[in-house]
């Protein structure tokens, strides 16, 4: 929920590129082009307790 790629590489243990290198081969996948269409995403996800 509006983490920075270091924010998110430090919470899992990542480097800051290695999360900009998954997020940008999943946005494909997942048909969307933006961090806010991510959250979206996720958000719809069934039984998911995102806070």
Known sequence: ????NK???ERMHL???T???HL???FPKLG??????LRDALSK????QNV
């Open 1 to 4: 929920g509006g983490l920075t």
């Open 7 to 9: 924010e998110i590489g």
């Open 15 to 17: 480097s800051p590129r």
């Open 19 to 21: 999360v900009s290198s």
């Open 24 to 26: 940008y081969r999943v």
């Open 32 to 37: 969307i082009t933006s961090r806010a269409a």
């Open 45 to 48: 996800i069934p039984g998911d």
